[in-house]
């Protein structure tokens, strides 16, 4: 067994269940009233029940998603390759040190995502009337973090492809093309993808008209809307780190002293999207729709 596999068990076994607890314990006021604070809400009485649900199940749904981002892997591995392997180090000795990181950011993704669709947007009344204001994605999430997504995901496909065209010794296995134009196809899609993902948070209906709710449904929308950033950018970061190592690997000095940097930088990146985008306080600065401007959906 690879001398790190039982440390990595052993501090799993111990973080998870903490992370678990953390998760699954109750909302108190004092979050609720900071959470809003930061937001630049004045939340009302019935304004706080939403948000304290909101912020326990996206707290749940994140912490799930982030859990089986990096169990599922050594499931899969275990019944089709029958080797135990997890977050990246392998009971044969073998490590994929991006592996961990990469499949965790996926789970709190789809976390972020699930915790959005969950949330009850009952309308005010029978005749469902709902705020026409147009939503855009830039009142929810800053211009440069869309440029970022949209250049992170060109520059790891560029990378990916850079993969083979780089010199490796001769007892390196190089790469298939069509294996890199997968590669690269799939994280320019991916960026794509989360873009689209984000637009459509923020375009679903919003069964409101009351000034406060709206204000309220527009900062969970905007939490929704930086989590799927935060996770998707640390997944492109972290990509990003993962194909800079793969080049540095050619051995030639000049990508060396450029691309072991860049993976060095690029993973302390990944690590800050994720800390720090994904509950990011956002202030949207949009006109709110009153009684007077709604229309029945």
Known sequence: ????????????????????????????????????????????????????????????????????????????????????????????????????????????????????????????????????????????????????????GCAVALGVLALGAVPYEPSVTRPTWLGLLTGACVFAGFAVVLEALERWLVRRPQPFTDASRVAADDAIRAQSVHALAGSGLALLWISLSGVSVGIAASGVPLLIWTTGPLAAIAFALSIRAAMEIADRPWRVRRPIAHSTGAAPT
């Open 1 to 152: 067994m690879f001398p790190l596999l039982p440390l990595v068990i052993v501090v799993l076994l111990v973080a998870v269940p903490v992370m678990l607890v953390r998760a699954h314990a109750a909302i108190g006021e004092p979050r609720v009233t900071d959470w809003a604070r930061a937001h630049g809400l004045e939340l009302t009485a019935d304004d706080r029940p939403l948000v304290a649900d909101y912020l326990r199940r996206a707290r749940v749904l994140r912490s799930w998603g982030a859990i089986a981002g990096l169990l599922l892997p050594t499931l899969v591995e275990l019944g089709v390759g029958g080797r135990f392997e997890v977050a990246g180090f392998s009971s044969d000795g073998s490590v994929a040190p991006f592996q961990g990181p990469m499949t965790v950011f996926v789970g709190y993704l789809v976390g972020a995502l699930c915790a959005e669709l969950t949330v009850t947007r009952r309308t005010e009344s029978a005749s469902r009337s709902a705020s026409l204001v147009p939503r855009a994605l830039a009142d929810y999430l800053p211009r440069r973090l869309v440029s970022e997504q949209r250049a992170l």
